[in-house]
């Protein structure tokens, strides 16, 4: 999840917010924090691409109409990358559900196969899958993904895994909200991880530790702006949303060289960090 950043899909605000007319009726359907506005979540959406290919990545973008809902801009929920391949998502939140089939078929257009799982009963997203060895996986067990998503995650990673960690969420502020894993621990090197201690399971921190990590700690008055969700570009490189200041500078003051983008509209308002925003296709190791 740090290699260099080689090829990733992305969708733009214009294509899942639509109009500011479509905001108006469907941001607090959506559990958004407030109604982004159309024309600076475009913006923001341009300058965030425009970063991600400046850093040397092929950009793939979801077409307009497998965008199905404002959702659809967080692309890292539904399709779930790992040894074997790409793994269709089965999404824990009612709007979602039909997302997965969206990307699986937006794969397809440029010649990737995603494989879907047949359980019905399982539920699993991306934004609670964090690899922390390429066969060591630690999957977030909550509202969000159950325990039959991360069964059918393992069966389909098959040999290419050696460990599945499964990592009780808390209960936070309930089903409706969105406390993925990954809003507690986003990898920024081969050695370090950005953590929200206070949210974690005591014997997943220990496991951490005992596997080598560093944890630098987010700073507590920034952890609900997204200052936990930080997007490696690199083994020193990161993308981080502008408001964390006290994240950028405790990332750069430990050597990581930052950059930053405006997600007033496409990240804060509906809770989706630079991680949540991309769907890694290909890292180089």
């Known amino acids: 999840m740090t290699g260099p950043l080689e090829h990733v899909l992305v969708a733009h605000a214009k294509d899942c917010f639509r109009s500011q007319e479509y905001l108006t009726s469907n941001w607090r359907s959506y559990g958004f924090l407030f109604e982004p506005s159309f024309d600076d979540a475009c913006r923001e959406s341009d300058q965030f691409i425009g970063i991600l290919a400046d850093s040397g990545a092929r950009i793939e973008m979801l077409p307009e109409e497998l965008c199905i809902g404002l ?10 990358a790992c040894g074997p391949g790409f793994l269709s998502g089965s999404m824990g939140k009612e ?50 993904t159950n325990r039959s998503g991360i069964d059918a995650l393992t069966a389909f ?99 990581w060289r930052v950059l930053t983008y405006d997600g007033r509209n496409i990240s804060q308002a509906g809770q989706g960090g630079p991680t949540c925003l991309t769907r890694p296709l290909k890292r180089s190791r």
Request: overall charge negative.
């Open 95 to 144: 709007l979602r559900r039909g997302e997965p089939a969206s990307l699986a078929s937006c794969l397809s257009s440029f010649g990737m196969q995603a494989t879907s799982i047949t359980d019905p009963s399982a539920l699993i997203e991306g934004g609670d899958i964090v690899w922390l060895r390429p066969d060591v996986v630690a999957v977030g067990e909550g509202f969000r």
């Open 157 to 255: 990673c098959g040999d290419s895994v050696s460990d599945v960690i499964a990592v009780p969420a808390p209960y936070w502020n309930g089903a409706d909200d969105v406390l993925h894993l990954m809003s507690m621990v986003s990898p920024l090197s081969t050695t370090h991880l950005l953590v929200h201690s206070r949210l974690m399971p005591v014997p997943f921190r220990q496991e951490l530790l005992n596997l080598g990590f560093t944890l630098l700690e987010v700073p507590q008055e920034e952890y609900d702006i997204l200052g936990c969700n930080v997007l490696a570009l690199d083994e020193s490189t990161c993308l981080v949303e502008m408001q964390n200041i006290k994240t950028i500078r405790m990332l750069s003051e430990n050597g």
């Open 71 to 80: 959702d659809s801009i967080y692309v890292r929920d539904p399709l779930i």
